[in-house]
């Protein structure tokens, strides 16, 4: 299992990543990180308790960021649209 500190970093990165990706590879990036949520365990053992998985934090969190992103995205082509 991976921890939150040795993940933060991809999912810092990641947030610059985003605005240069097309809507098609946003959407596949949502689609990816919702399957690994799915697969993922809610609960795992650690210093023999079960606590709340932190990489379950951190995938949510770039599901935020993916969503928000298409968002934008949604709003800048609306604005485009209305303005033609």
Same mark, same amino acid.
């Given at each position: 299992?991976?921890?939150?500190?040795?993940?933060?970093?991809? /999912?810092?990165?990641?947030?610059?990543?985003?605005?240069?990706?097309?809507?098609?590879?946003?959407?596949?990036?949502?689609?990816?990180?919702?399957?690994?949520?799915?697969?993922?365990?809610?609960? /795992?053992? @650690?210093?023999?308790? @079960? /606590?709340?998985?932190?990489?379950?934090?951190?995938?949510?969190?770039?599901?935020?960021?993916?969503?928000?992103?298409?968002?934008?995205?949604?709003?800048?082509?609306?604005?485009?649209?209305?303005?033609?």
């Amino acid at each position: 299992m991976t921890y939150a500190p040795n993940l933060s970093a991809p /999912v810092e990165e990641s947030r610059k990543q985003l605005s240069s990706m097309s809507i098609r590879e946003l959407i596949g990036a949502l689609s990816a990180t919702e399957d690994r949520l799915r697969h993922l365990p809610l609960l /795992v053992p @650690l210093g023999g308790r @079960l /606590v709340t998985n932190p990489e379950r934090r951190l995938l949510l969190r770039r599901q935020r960021l993916v969503i928000g992103s298409l968002r934008r995205r949604r709003a800048a082509l609306r604005s485009f649209v209305v303005a033609h």
